[in-house]
């Protein structure tokens, strides 16, 4: 089998080896004519703000700034709507915004603070006027956490061009004295998604007064997720276990979802199987599992080996066990695959894992014939799993 790394070395981007319609690698090089346009000496911009980015570089000192768009386009900040597009369409979709940053203290109450916080809470796009100290420069950006963002500029001055359009219930839960992850809790219930609520949690808008603090992006996304599993799981385990094993599928861009739920009370263990020749598995002879695992209890230890895709997914898999109204016993088997050639962040895993929820279950009586029906879907062995695994090793007499 050829490596991802190896694959891109004979295509060169003609011959979509990887399985991807158009080179995810020349995604890029379809967006500088628009960067151009805002490069070519001009320190001036105006456009509409989809949101705001914290860096993490420095902290406490921080860089924070909006994320504007160099070309308006549908969706450019909405991951639910990006499930199902092109590698390449997600990369030059992405491009499209515009990083600008100042540097401010965690606990600043400045008032370019105060007005990217207005600029997170906004319920659409916000006109700002910006004047950059130096020119953009485009060097697309890529994370395991954060989605990709394009161009990046340090900031001079920014105005908010119009009033920012606020929700009066996002507007009335910045104001109360709540804490943040009952604030989250909140807005989630109101139908505010995890990517909206992460990008209010990281612009400092939500806890109690005295503790309100800018959070870096990648942290907020990973500190959203676990905030809404947290609220959900307390009412799933008040829920009847299902009664038979149920496997829900989903793949998108070369990263393959089993999602398996077992009768019992919850308990979760997810799987990563990170392939030769992925992005982050460019070195590996062969392929490599990771494990991550908690009990009824839940964990008190961040998830280090996983890191936010496990949190993503757990997330995902609690939104499922919610509307079905059951508790189970789950284990996720996530085949990193080697078309997986750029990083695009965790949102793509929490997305194809909530596919999998809206797609049928295979449906079954006995936990070997479940594990049969995944072992046939997936490349790597079930029984390689089963060596790290902690709940297929356990002996239940509902699995008999």
Same mark, same amino acid.
């Given at each position: 089998m050829?490596?991802?790394a190896?694959?891109?070395?004979?295509?060169?981007?003609?011959?979509?080896?990887?399985?991807n319609?158009?080179?995810?690698?020349?995604?890029?090089?379809?967006?500088?004519?628009?960067?151009?346009k805002?490069?070519?000496?001009?320190?001036?911009f105006?456009?509409?703000?989809?949101?705001?980015?914290?860096?993490?570089?420095?902290?406490?000192?921080?860089?924070?700034?909006?994320?504007?768009?160099i070309?308006?386009?549908?969706?450019?900040?909405s991951?639910?709507?990006w499930?199902?597009?092109?590698?390449?369409?997600?990369?030059?979709?992405?491009?499209?915004?515009?990083?600008t940053?100042?540097?401010?203290?965690?606990?600043s #109450?400045? *008032?370019f603070?105060?007005e990217?916080?207005?600029? /997170?809470l906004?319920s @659409?796009p916000?006109?700002? &006027?910006? =004047?950059?100290?130096?020119?953009?420069?485009?060097?697309?950006?890529?994370?395991?956490v954060?989605?990709?963002?394009g161009?990046t500029?340090?900031?001079? #001055?920014m *105005?908010?061009?119009?009033?920012?359009?606020?929700? /009066?219930?996002?507007? @009335?839960?910045?104001s109360? &004295?709540? =804490?943040?992850?009952e604030?989250?809790?909140f807005?989630?219930?109101?139908?505010?998604?995890?990517?909206?609520?992460?990008?209010?949690?990281?612009?400092?808008?939500?806890?109690?007064?005295s503790?309100?603090?800018?959070?870096?992006?990648?942290?907020?996304i990973?500190a959203?997720?676990?905030?809404?599993?947290?609220?959900?799981?307390?009412?799933?385990?008040?829920y009847?276990?299902?009664?038979?094993?149920?496997?829900?599928?989903?793949?998108?861009?070369?990263?393959?979802?089993?999602?398996?739920?077992?009768?019992?009370?919850?308990e979760y263990?997810?799987?990563e199987?990170w392939a030769?020749?992925s992005?982050?598995?460019q070195?590996l002879?062969?392929?490599e599992?990771?494990?991550?695992y908690?009990?009824?209890?839940?964990?008190?230890?961040?998830?280090?080996?996983?890191?936010g895709?496990y949190?993503?997914?757990?997330?995902?898999?609690?939104?499922?066990?919610?509307k079905?109204r059951r508790?189970a016993?789950?284990?996720?088997?996530?085949?990193?695959?080697e078309?997986y050639?750029?990083?695009?962040?965790?949102?793509?895993?929490?997305e194809?894992?909530?596919?999998?929820?809206k797609?049928?279950?295979?449906?079954?009586?006995?936990m070997?014939e479940a594990?049969?029906?995944?072992?046939?879907?997936?490349r790597?062995p079930?029984?390689?799993?089963?060596?790290?695994?902690r709940?297929?090793?356990?002996?239940?007499?509902?699995?008999?």
């Amino acid at each position: 089998m050829v490596s991802g790394a190896r694959l891109c070395l004979i295509c060169k981007g003609s011959r979509a080896l990887c399985g991807n319609s158009r080179c995810p690698l020349l995604a890029r090089a379809r967006v500088f004519p628009q960067v151009r346009k805002i490069s070519g000496g001009s320190k001036d911009f105006f456009g509409p703000s989809y949101s705001l980015f914290v860096g993490r570089i420095g902290y406490p000192s921080v860089g924070i700034g909006p994320l504007s768009a160099i070309e308006d386009r549908p969706n450019l900040d909405s991951p639910t709507d990006w499930f199902g597009m092109d590698y390449s369409d997600v990369i030059e979709l992405r491009s499209m915004l515009m990083r600008t940053r100042q540097s401010e203290d965690i606990f600043s #109450r400045s *008032r370019f603070v105060i007005e990217n916080q207005e600029l /997170a809470l906004a319920s @659409r796009p916000t006109d700002v &006027e910006i =004047r950059f100290k130096k020119s953009p420069v485009y060097r697309v950006s890529f994370s395991d956490v954060v989605q990709p963002m394009g161009p990046t500029a340090t900031l001079e #001055r920014m *105005r908010l061009a119009e009033n920012p359009k606020i929700k /009066a219930h996002v507007d @009335r839960i910045v104001s109360d &004295e709540l =804490r943040a992850n009952e604030a989250g809790a909140f807005l989630y219930k109101r139908g505010e998604d995890v990517y909206k609520i992460s990008n209010v949690l990281s612009s400092g808008a939500l806890g109690m007064e005295s503790k309100k603090r800018l959070v870096p992006t990648r942290w907020s996304i990973t500190a959203t997720d676990d905030m809404i599993f947290r609220q959900l799981v307390s009412h799933v385990k008040d829920y009847p276990s299902i009664n038979e094993f149920l496997v829900y599928s989903s793949e998108y861009l070369d990263n393959h979802f089993e999602v398996l739920l077992m009768p019992g009370k919850w308990e979760y263990e997810n799987f990563e199987a990170w392939a030769p020749g992925s992005f982050w598995s460019q070195s590996l002879k062969k392929t490599e599992i990771l494990e991550e695992y908690e009990n009824y209890r839940g964990r008190t230890n961040y998830a280090k080996l996983e890191a936010g895709g496990y949190y993503a997914a757990r997330l995902a898999v609690i939104e499922g066990l919610s509307k079905l109204r059951r508790q189970a016993r789950i284990l996720v088997f996530r085949e990193v695959r080697e078309g997986y050639v750029l990083p695009l962040g965790v949102w793509l895993v929490r997305e194809t894992v909530r596919n999998a929820f809206k797609n049928k279950p295979r449906r079954f009586t006995r936990m070997k014939e479940a594990l049969d029906y995944v072992n046939s879907r997936l490349r790597i062995p079930v029984s390689e799993y089963a060596k790290q695994s902690r709940i297929m090793n356990q002996k239940l007499l509902a699995d008999f």
